[in-house]
T-cell receptor, first 106, second 113 residues
Framework: EIVLTQSPGTLSLSPGERATLYCKAS???????FAWYQQKPGQAPRLLMY???NRAGGIPDRFSASGSGTDFSLTINRLEPEDFAVYFC????????FGGGTRVEI | EVQLVESGGGLVQPGGSLRLSCAAS????????MSWVRQAPGKGLEWVAN????????YYVDSVKGRFTISRDNAKNSLFLQMSSLRVEDTAVYYC??????GGQGTLVTVSS
């Protein structure tokens, strides 16, 4: 069973700054089945990235992601006010696991 | 466009039962692994159950084994979660997921006396 550990737990930044979030897996993920979600209070998770680095439909290009094996990251360039939220990483597919989340706050 | 619409949530007493449904469209449902994922109030996301394309494989998180049953109707592009012996700790928003990717708005299950 894979365990995903996100860091930091909270990231305090200002609009216009860059945010880098990390996710470390306890062992190598299956294929490239790795995703990131954004979640705002009272809303369902919104898929941002899939297959490690592909943006989901409608996601602006200030969001990017990379990684392989056990180490992954999500970068948000030039934070907009609507980007302040909680972000989750995920291994998906036939074996599913989620990270505990990183809160990006103003 | 992938659409996943969950329904069937509600308030139920401890020990009770509930059946969740997910209507899927916009993708090849028949050839897709499907899953249920839940999120307890103020908590993170938790995988609950998986089912493969032909229902020959069903997998559950330990905490729901023997109490929850995942099923599907490929003719109707629908996914189900039969929940019984519900506990307070099963209170959560339940999401349907295609190949593990969460895409719906979820349905709230509240277990309380």
């Amino acid at each position: 069973e894979i365990v995903l550990t996100q860091s930091p737990g909270t990231l305090s930044l200002s609009p216009g700054e860059r945010a880098t979030l990390y996710c470390k897996a306890s062992h190598s993920i299956m294929r490239t089945w790795f995703a990131w979600y954004q979640q705002k209070p009272g809303q369902a998770p919104r898929l941002l990235m899939y297959d490690i680095s592909n943006r989901a439909g409608g996601i602006p290009d200030r969001f990017s992601a990379s990684g392989s094996g056990t180490d992954f990251s999500l970068t948000i360039n030039r934070l907009e006010p609507e980007d302040f939220a909680v972000y989750f990483c995920q291994q998906y597919g036939t074996s599913i696991a989620f990270g505990g989340g990183t809160r990006v706050e103003i | 466009e992938v659409q996943l619409v969950e329904s069937g949530g509600g308030l139920v007493q401890p020990g009770g039962s509930l059946r969740l449904s997910c209507a899927a469209s916009g993708f090849d449902f028949t050839n897709s692994w499907m899953s249920w994922v839940r999120q307890a109030p103020g908590k993170g996301l938790e995988w609950v159950a998986n089912i493969n394309e032909d229902t020959s494989g069903r997998y559950y998180v330990d905490s729901v084994k023997g109490r929850f049953t995942i099923s599907r109707d490929n003719a109707k592009n629908s996914l189900f979660l039969q929940m019984s012996s519900l506990r307070v700790e099963d209170t959560a928003v339940y999401y349907c997921a295609r190949f593990g990717l969460v895409g719906g708005q979820g349905t709230l299950v509240t277990v309380s006396s």
